[in-house]
């Protein structure tokens, strides 16, 4: 498995890191045999597998779930475990049990959390404290969305964009070992690269950040929609109507099961 001291080697060679998301086994299974460095058990989770409007929903219960199932499926992949809303944001005492949890029983190898404010610094200052690797999350920070005022790009303006290069500076400070940035300009994902020795993670960061990851269902085709800075390498919605709709069909016209498909079959020709 790959360690934190392998992804910084990776930055120092320029060797792009890849994430994907995955939320169950059979997911992290595919991810591990296509050899995918980091798996991200994000909270994603609410919107693409539980079907909410946000990510505000999803629980540390929920995310400890996911994480032992993808666990499961990627034994020897570096597992990164989401801190969802309201999870590190009261006091260090509950925070650092989060978290803790996240390790213990999601058996995840670090935790990430989102946001540079003051309050975010401390919390992932207190969680390496606890010898937990915490990866930062800038830019767009969907638990943030209500702020926002929805799914926005952020840093279009320059003040806004020096805040966001200012605080991944203080993510790097506290004590993060890499750095998701989502949805700024390509200029700031480059400045920003350029100027942390961690590792820098975009989705919709453009092309110069130190690595990329891309949501599951995004990728495959199995989002509701489609976003400018995804890629389907295959659209597998395609192949997987196909097969519910010969089954459905099949089943309807009693061309399954077949003979073959069945344990000690009736001799019809008797
Ligand atoms: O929850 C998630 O999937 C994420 C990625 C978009 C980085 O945080």
Known sequence: MKTINDFVKMKKEEEPIVMLTAYDYISAKFCEENSVDMILVGDSLGMVVYGENNTLNVTVDDIIRHCKAVRNGAPNTFVIADMPYKSYHLDERETKNNAFRMILEGKADCVKLEGGSQSRLKAIENIV??????????????????????????????????????????????????????????????????????????????????????????????????????????????????????????????????????????????
């Open 129 to 270: 404290d606890c010898e937990i690797p915490v990866m930062g999350h800038l830019g767009l920070t969907p638990q943030s969305i209500v702020k926002f005022g929805g799914f926005k790009v952020q840093g279009k303006h320059e003040e806004q964009r020096n805040i966001i290069y200012e605080q991944a500076i203080a993510v790097e400070k506290a004590g993060a070992f890499m750095l998701v940035l989502e949805c700024v300009p390509e200029e700031l994902g480059l400045a920003i690269s350029k100027e942390l020795s961690i590792p820098t993670i975009g989705i919709g960061a453009g092309r110069y950040t130190d690595g990329q990851v891309l949501v599951w269902h995004d990728m495959m085709g199995l989002s509701s929609q489609i976003t400018k800075f995804s890629k389907m390498w295959e659209n597998i919605s395609l192949p997987m109507n196909s097969s519910i709709s010969g089954y459905v069909k099949d089943v309807k016209n009693k061309s399954f099961p077949e003979e073959k498909n069945v344990y000690y079959p009736i001799d019809e020709r008797k």
